[in-house]
């Protein structure tokens, strides 16, 4: 029986680390082809080489900072035409701090990575996969846009509030198509974005059953696009931390948000 993704290709963008590097390693246990692509050259050119020997399937990488309004065009040029299948959206972070505390232009690179870039990208490789009539796209959301957002990281929330409703849209839209779009939203994931935004020391005081694996989430987002999910919230504790959000009193559920940003952020 020939492998699930054998003769198709996944694109992963954040591919270095973390949730991105997951979906690289079980994409390419699946039989798809590769294009990785991060800012990182070397850990970028060592995954593609570790996946392509211990899974035989073909792996490119394409370096790129997203943060480039003109990255995303650049990356589809360099692929020359290629095919790509299945996109998955994940190149990401953190800025902690209030909003006035940071300077605006670390807000404009973060919103072009997780926002414009995320758009960028989606509407450059959704049209060859239309007319194929098969593809998937996978944008790495969070639980963070599904529930009142605390003081700190401002933008956090509020951009992935937006991937999560871009995602819903996009399944809608393209539900006849072939194409599945799924907006994959975990909660605390163990990977480097704590250590990138310098807040680790805060982090390690979360209990543990809050607590996600990348492999685990990657697993999760992947059965969620091939079902047609359009969202899914990773791990039982977060479905039912979301669900108590929606019963909850508004008010109560800020406070409660709240609560856990004072402990938990850099505000």
Known sequence: MAPEGEGKTALVTGASSGIGKAFAELLAEKGYGLILTARRRDRLEALAADLATRHGVPTRIVV???????????????????????????????????????AWSEHQRFMQIMVTAVCDLTYRLLPGMVERGWGRIINIASVAGMVPAPAGHTLYGAAKAFVIRFSEALSAENAATG????????????????????TRDKMNRVPAMLWLDATTVAKEGYAAVMAGDAVVVNGRIYRILIWLNGVLPKRLARWVSGSAGRRYRKA
Do not use: C, I, Q, W
């Open 64 to 102: 790129a900072d997203l943060a480039d309004p003109e990255a995303p065009a650049r990356m589809v040029a360099e692929l020359g035409g290629a095919r790509v299948d299945l996109l998955v959206n994940n190149a990401g972070y953190g800025v902690p701090g209030s909003y006035t505390n940071v």
């Open 179 to 198: 194409v599945h779009v799924t907006a994959v939203s975990p909660g605390f994931t163990y990977s480097e974005f704590h250590d990138v935004t310098g």
